[in-house]
T-cell receptor, first 116, second 114 residues
Framework: AQKITQTQPGMFVQEKEAVTLDCTYD???????LFWYKQPSSGEMIFLIY??????QNATEGRYSLNFQKARKSANLVISASQLGDSAMYFC?????????????FGTGTRLTVIP | DAGITQSPRYKITETGRQVTLMCHQT?????MFWYRQDLGHGLRLIYY???????DKGEVPDGYVVSRSKTENFPLTLESATRSQTSVYFC?????????????FGPGTRLTVT
């Protein structure tokens, strides 16, 4: 079973509008972390935001917020006031504590295109 | 330069050749990782290392060898390259202590096996 599922291969959003990128996860580990990374066309992986499984509040970082619904096992990324520079691939990822490897499990990504 | 670097950035090789991808980090992070990125699969873990001289397999280790004699270096070797190993390879590092620690990624190596 996939640990991270991103069901939106591509999304379009009008500039200055908000957009939600979906992410669901699957784990039996009570301790885990959820991450979002941005990959622009230049190829580098840019960390955006983190949410811990025990965090009570949704994480926010500037225009990025993570809508964490633990019971639904979802960790959607919300980008407010979209900018042209937000056009990129976005990856949701999870780290589980019990594996001990500290590696990330990635989804297949969502390509976001911001329309002027 | 501080950070995590990979070399070469681009490589074209022939089937059957041995190729080594280099990764160097300046933070002295304990953990280092190699991922490959393929369309439709996201990033998948090849190998990881928890410290110098400690390495272990990830999800897709077949055909790859790693070593870590020094904390800062984590080379990945394709012993006999195959076309299926054409991919973008990312090295990453992170530290112990906080579960929230992000992984820092290198710029990637685009490998083409002909």
């Amino acid at each position: 079973a996939q640990k991270i599922t991103q069901t939106q291969p591509g999304m379009f959003v009008q500039e200055k509008e908000a957009v939600t990128l979906d992410c669901t996860y699957d784990t039996s580990d009570p301790s885990y972390g959820l991450f979002w990374y941005k990959q622009p066309s230049s190829g580098e992986m840019i960390f955006l935001i983190y949410q811990g499984s025990y965090d009570q509040q949704n994480a926010t970082e500037g225009r990025y917020s993570l809508n964490f619904q633990k019971a639904r096992k979802s960790a959607n990324l919300v980008i407010s006031a979209s900018q042209l520079g937000d056009s990129a691939m976005y990856f949701c990822a999870m780290r589980e504590q019990e594996t001990g490897a500290n590696n990330l499990f990635f989804g297949t990504g969502t390509r976001l295109t911001v329309i002027p | 330069d501080a950070g995590i670097t990979q070399s070469p950035r681009y490589k074209i090789t022939e089937t059957g050749r041995q190729v080594t991808l280099m990764c160097h980090q300046t933070w002295s992070h304990s953990y280092m990782f190699w991922y490959r990125q393929d369309l439709g699969h996201g990033l998948r873990l090849i190998y990881y290392s928890a410290a110098a001289d400690i390495t272990d397999k990830g999800e897709v280790p077949d055909g790859y060898v790693v070593s870590r004699s020094k904390t800062e270096n984590f080379p990945l070797t394709l012993e006999s390259a195959t076309r299926s190993q054409t991919s973008v390879y990312f090295c990453a590092s992170t530290e112990l202590g906080s579960f929230a620690y992000e992984q820092y990624f290198g710029p990637g190596t685009r490998l083409t096996v002909t």
